[in-house]
């Protein structure tokens, strides 16, 4: 006797319109709201909370509550309508956004690990990803388990955050820049000394600080090798030459450089062994004039006293 309401519904209910309705049902999958008498909709259980744990709705409503939610779809045919409990909320995506912005450092535990990173809790029911590129500066770390367990409290740096994906990206090397510190005291054009860690067809790398390397490329360690020379073939490590007789500097061995091309963006270091060699002949050269008499000084003593160095 009394005209069908779902004849109305796609009119009335159109999506983004937020109501207020009375829990009538629950399931496994979801919960039922009467939205006005003979009209119910569903909210699905991924529609209920921002979160993405996975909670029974029976933990998050109960049956007779009143709740605001928000249409997403009305299908007049199957006399179904979809709604939404968190859309009716603020987005805590965004709230996340505006309390942890780029660069604030976070604590948190270590909810689960993967062979690409770990998932660390920020808030209850937000997790960030730390890469497994991003939990140490000196270390190669190939497997996140290595360093932490679930459970571990960790701080880290936010790297990014995209409200709309859903993602946090975390770093933990972040937290205690060395490369920044490294770049603030050292400029192009400084001698710095340091250890070869390794060396290759193409240079030696050189361990300048604590997890700092740069790289000195073949054709700045021999003033007798440019760049288009390939006659002399790189000696194996452990040779026990030194640096003036084979061309390349020998692992293990500590020697004096300078900083020819910086990169702070993508943490390299350009360095010249041959630059360094003739800047310490220019200042070995200037201490002995200094020593001599004024105006008594010659070249060829400063040559007889460096054969006699």
Known sequence: ?????????????????????????????????????????????????????????????????????????????????????????????????????????VSGRIR?????????????????????SDISWTGRIKNPGDVYKKGDAVEAKVLKIDPASRRVSLGVKQVNDIWSSWFEKHKVGDLVRGRVSRVTTFGAFVELADGIEGLCHISEIDERRNKGDKGDKPQAAGTGHGARQSGLLDPGRDYEFKIVKISQNQHKIGLSYRAAQKQAERRDMEDYRSSKSKGTATIGDAIMAKRSL
């Not at 779902?6 to 496994?28: C, F, H, N, Q, S």
């Not at 991924?46 to 249409?71: A, F, L, Q």
């Not at 993967?114 to 937000?126: H, P, Q, V």
């Open 112 to 132: 689960n690990l993967t062979e690409f990173g770990a998932f660390l809790e920020i808030e209850e029911g937000f997790d960030g990803l730390i890469h497994v």
């Open 1 to 105: 006797l009394l005209p069908d309401p779902w004849v109305t519904v796609p009119e009335r209910y159109t999506a983004g319109k937020k109501l207020t309705g009375k829990i009538m049902g629950l399931t496994d999958y979801g919960a039922f709201v009467e939205v006005e008498p003979g009209i119910e909709g569903l909210v699905h259980v991924s529609e209920m909370s921002w979160s993405k744990r996975k909670v029974h709705p029976s933990k998050i409503v109960n049956v007779g509550d009143d709740v605001d939610v928000v249409v997403l779809g009305v299908d007049s045919n199957e006399r179904r309508i979809s709604l939404g409990m968190k859309q009716a909320q603020p987005d805590p995506w965004q709230q996340l956004a505006d309390k942890y912005p780029v660069g604030t450092v």
